[in-house]
């Protein structure tokens, strides 16, 4: 009986080695692949040679061409609003909606007791300033002729800075407000003028109206022979317009008459909730088709290069990274991490990663291990 149970032992135990020399056989026979020092290697017998494809990448004329959406803005130093720098009542208006505008140009004419007080201010100053200026010279002239005392020509001295002092400040309190005080007349209305050329896009002036210092705005000035369009370009992208030759602007209503602009500045701060950067156009918009508050398409298009162009579905999407698989010898490959850049077609641009004359798996790469 011993003996029957130990032939049972012998055979079960052969039987076992059995099977696992025929199941290590088996695996070895169905392996696709090897990876040695990241390298990996199709076996003899792999399915997979007749799934991965692989073309060889070369330099190609590309154009970098981005579209993105933009907002017509009037150039800040080309724009003012203007309000009354004093609480008053308009008794005047010189100018219409549409009209164009010249520096200096009067607007609108204030009543205000405010005014007022400034221009009393510096008659009265101006007045005191003279008096002062007279005694001054009444003490030198009797210095000079010996009947003088020292001590009163230098406390006129003293009155007359002071005096001047004040004379100065009030006429530069007049000049604030556009005003030459050379030609002030007591009690008449501060005249407001435009501080800039252009032309009046919006007029709310009433007579009658009275007005506090810290109101709205009533008149609205801009120049918009030249127009600044607000572009923005997402951060990835930043890194083309330094290489930009020129800048089409596109409007829905006409579709068929592009602006030319040229970039002005590209702001230094990402927004964080967009990723984007706001990129400024400047325009010429002589026929003043583009105003402000309008959405446009910008088109950023630069000189034509030569760059590395891979077909796109070679490109693959890690955790963190895009890379692409790279033929080293027949039937063996190892994964690269590249940098992409813009897309032309079914194709991507490779910054960095791999080099002209590389083999990449632009077929079947998915079925390679990610390493």
């Not at 556009?178 to 030609?183: D, I, L, Y």
């Amino acid at each position: 009986m011993a003996k029957k149970i130990q032939l049972a032992s012998v055979l079960g135990l052969s039987f076992l080695l059995s099977f696992c020399a025929d199941k290590s056989e088996q695996s070895n026979d169905t392996a696709q692949y090897v990876v040695e020092n990241k390298v990996i290697s199709l076996t003899e017998n792999s399915n997979l040679k007749s799934r991965i494809k692989t073309i060889q990448v070369s330099e190609e004329d590309f154009t970098f061409d981005l579209l993105t959406a933009g907002v017509v803005k009037a150039i800040p130093n080309h724009y003012a609003e203007i309000a009354s720098p004093f609480s008053g009542r308009i008794v005047k208006s010189h100018v219409k909606l549409g009209q164009k505008v010249s520096v200096n140009t009067p607007l609108f004419e204030v009543s205000s007791p405010d005014y007022f007080e400034a221009q009393k201010d510096y008659f009265d100053s101006k007045q005191e300033f003279k008096q002062a200026l007279l005694n001054l010279k009444r003490q030198a002239d009797l210095l000079e002729n010996g009947v003088g005392v020292r001590q009163e020509f230098e406390e006129a001295e003293t009155e007359n800075s002071i005096a001047k002092a004040a004379f100065d400040n009030a006429s530069a309190a007049i000049r604030i407000y556009n005003v030459e005080p050379s030609g002030l007349v007591l009690g008449q209305p501060l005249i407001v003028r435009s501080p800039i050329s252009g032309e009046i896009l919006e007029n709310n002036v009433v007579i009658g109206q009275y007005i506090n210092d810290d109101s709205e705005p009533v008149i609205k000035i801009a120049s918009l022979n030249k127009i600044w369009i607000v572009g923005k370009v997402k951060e990835k992208d930043i890194q083309h317009l330094s290489k930009m030759d020129k800048v089409q602007v596109e409007l829905s209503a006409y579709p068929n008459q592009p602006f030319e602009g040229k970039i002005f500045h590209i702001n230094e701060i990402v927004d964080e909730d967009t990723r984007s950067i706001d990129v400024l156009i400047e325009v010429n918009n002589e026929q003043r088709i583009l105003k402000p508050g309008m959405y446009v398409s910008v088109r950023f298009i630069d000189q034509p290069e030569k760059v590395i162009l891979v077909p796109s579905r070679a490109i693959l999407q890690g955790e963190d990274d895009s890379y692409v698989f790279v033929e080293v010898a027949e039937n063996s490959y190892i994964r690269k991490n590249v940098k992409i850049g813009g897309v032309s077609g079914d194709k991507t641009v490779i910054l960095s990663g791999i080099e002209k004359g590389d083999r990449v798996v632009n077929e079947g790469g998915i079925y390679l291990p990610q390493l």
